[in-house]
């Protein structure tokens, strides 16, 4: 079982709608929690991190974590052609960052 | 302040060839790492400094060594690389810890081994 799994996608969705992206890890352990953005040939950039169960919002981003059931979401609210990318789940413990595979999203103008 | 740097952009070898790449940062941070990013695989950790002088295995280490020469510069080296090897490599320098903790990424090198 990899440690970071990730809903594989590609995900399209239209223009001002709400892109949805799941996350779930498997080390219990595992203490913070990210999500990345990658444009197509980009260096990966960090856009939300949360570590305590709940939401957290920053703008049209939304992080969701439940630490029971070992899952992290990002809600992206009102989608916009510049949204289009690869999401990547990262989960820490102590110095190590664990990536899921990523979902790539499309937002269809 | 340039961030993290990464040399080369492209390198292309022949199996069995060896090159080390190169990563500084100029944020003064303490850890830095060394990842690969293979289609459908996402980002796998080789080697990773938490501090000056120290380094640590990752998830796929076998075939890579490292050297963190001073807090600025985190080397990775192939000393004879395979066609397995052919990737995207990405370096990283992190700032903070739990939810301030923040990577941040360099360019990126494509290494295509033949």
């Known amino acids: 079982q990899k440690e970071v799994e990730q809903n594989s996608g590609p995900l399209s969705v239209p223009e001002g709608a709400i892109a949805s992206l799941n996350c779930t890890y498997s080390?219990?352990?595992?203490?913070?929690f990210f999500w990345y953005r990658q444009y197509s040939g980009k260096s990966p950039e960090l856009i939300m991190s949360?570590?305590?169960?709940g939401d957290k919002e920053d703008g049209r981003f939304t992080a969701q974590l439940n630490k029971a059931s070992q899952y992290v979401s990002l809600l992206i609210r009102d989608s916009q052609p510049s949204d289009s990318a690869t999401y990547l789940c990262a989960v820490t413990n102590d110095y190590k960052l664990s990536f899921g595979a990523g979902t790539t999203v499309t937002v269809r103008a | 302040n340039a961030g993290v740097t990464q040399t080369p952009k492209f390198q292309v070898l022949k199996t069995g060839q060896s090159m080390t790449l190169q990563c500084a940062q100029d944020m003064n941070h303490n850890s830095m790492y060394w990842y690969r990013q293979d289609p459908g695989m996402g980002l796998r950790l080789i080697y990773y400094?938490?501090?000056?002088?120290?380094?640590d295995k990752g998830e796929v280490p076998n075939g890579y060594n490292v050297s963190r020469l001073n807090k600025r510069e985190f080397s990775l080296r192939l000393e004879s690389a395979a066609p397995s090897q052919t990737s995207v490599y990405f370096c990283?320098?992190?700032?903070?810890?739990?939810?301030?903790?923040?990577?941040?990424f360099g360019p990126g090198t494509r290494l295509l081994v033949l």
């Open positions: 949360i570590y305590s169960n």
């Open positions: 990283a320098s992190r700032i903070g810890t739990g939810s301030w903790e923040t990577q941040y």
């Open positions: 400094s938490a501090s000056e002088g120290t380094t």
């Open positions: 080390d219990r352990g595992s203490q913070s």
